[in-house]
């Protein structure tokens, strides 16, 4: 059994046969957490792997169903890193997964440079200034550049990832070019990018890409990939990626 605080509760992972604590007035994960769970490049047999701002851990869980490798989940949050933390004991993946309670950018110097052969992040999207910040202090520093901004996460990436390495995101389209110029003048050359869609018609609403350490370019546009159907219903493709079902 796990030991649940507050208003914690303990839900499955979508199709995987594995449980994550949550809780609606600190962190759930979202669609955008699972949609680069399944995106990014993962090593099958072996690797080390690492998930910065990881919050209660989803994207490491995730992680953890395409690859053997050892992930290295990292969270600022106390709670977070709490509710990750129990999580990985309840899954019995605390052989496999561990997770580290600090700021992002000390991992470097704590975890070594040139050590990680994947790098994933989904990490705060928006810019304090000019912003109305949530009253909610978890939900905050979860959306806003509080504690990292979005150089900070591409310059922590390029130093923990190794030379060949992948470093991945999801972020939002209004950002992209800076995602771009910011992996550039960090060492990492953009070479897959996908862009996701609420509906047909309508604008993409965010952004997965994914870059290689000292890469040469090649970048490549994939299909868009569309989240509801006229009905309002997850599409094919997205009920596959969610539930394992088409």
């Not at 979005?150 to 209004?174: I, M, T």
Request: glycine share 6%; with cysteine.
């Amino acid at each position: 059994m796990v030991q649940l605080r507050n208003d914690e509760r303990l839900d499955y992972l979508l199709a995987e046969d594995l449980r994550i604590i949550q809780s609606p007035s600190v962190f759930a994960f979202s669609l955008d957490a699972v949609l680069l769970s399944k995106f990014v490049y993962l090593p099958i047999q072996k690797g080390n792997i690492i998930d910065l701002c990881t919050g209660n851990g989803v994207i490491p869980f995730l992680l953890s169903t395409r690859t053997k490798g050892f992930i290295t989940g990292v969270e600022i949050q106390e709670r977070l890193f709490d509710m990750a933390k129990r999580s990985a004991q309840y899954n019995r993946l605390d052989d496999r997964i561990r997770f580290i309670h600090g700021d992002i950018k000390d991992m470097p110097k704590k975890l070594g440079y040139g050590k990680f052969d994947v790098v994933t992040c989904n990490p705060p999207y928006f810019k304090t200034l000019g912003k109305e910040i949530n009253m909610n202090e978890h939900f905050a520093i979860a959306r806003h550049e509080i504690y990292c901004t979005l150089e900070d996460v591409v310059r922590v990436s390029s130093q923990l990832v190794r030379p060949g390495g992948k470093v991945a995101f999801v972020h939002r389209p209004n950002r992209f070019v800076e995602i771009v110029e910011l992996m550039r003048q960090y060492r990492i050359e953009p070479k897959k990018i996908r862009f996701v869609y609420p509906k047909l018609g309508k604008e993409a609403n965010t952004l997965l890409i994914e870059g290689t350490k000292d890469g040469s370019p090649d970048l490549k546009i994939l299909p868009p990939l569309i989240v509801y159907n006229e009905h309002n219903e997850y599409t094919k493709e997205v009920r596959e990626i969610l539930y394992g079902t088409k």
